[in-house]
């Protein structure tokens, strides 16, 4: 099992930079794929970005591309989310999750860290 934890949300203002953090422990050397998703108050929760660990190849949902940037570092076993050019509407929960394989589903879904952007 994969435990993850999430941090380094905030309130920013719109058009600013924010860093997310997720940090992986236990069967580290089952990941496949590793995800950063978002859920705003009655939606649902969608994928953003997303990186696979073999080769850090990524992909990024429309909205995000050219603002958000999926990293990782497989010493320190951590993701990051480099958020910039913020906008109200990525105010959300921010999550991450790890698939074991290509066919898997996400799971180890850890607390969450809240993002706000004011305008």
């Known amino acids: 099992q994969i435990q993850l934890v999430e941090s380094g949300g905030g309130l920013v203002q719109a058009g600013g930079s924010l860093k997310l953090s997720c940090a992986a422990s236990?069967?580290?050397?089952?990941?496949?794929?590793m995800g950063w998703f978002r859920q705003s108050p009655g939606k649902e929760r969608d994928l953003v970005a997303s990186?696979?660990?073999?080769?850090?190849?990524?992909y990024y949902v429309d909205s995000v591309k050219g603002r958000f940037t999926i990293s990782r570092d497989n010493v320190a076993n951590m993701v990051y989310l480099q958020m910039n050019n913020l906008r109200p509407e990525d105010t959300a929960a921010y999550y991450c999750?790890?698939?074991?394989?290509?066919?898997?589903?996400?799971?180890?879904w850890g607390q969450g860290t809240q993002v706000t952007v004011s305008s």
């Open positions: 999750a790890v698939r074991t394989t290509a066919a898997s589903p996400y799971s180890g």
């Open positions: 990186i696979r660990w073999s080769d850090s190849s990524t």
């Open positions: 236990g069967r580290i050397y089952s990941m496949s794929r």
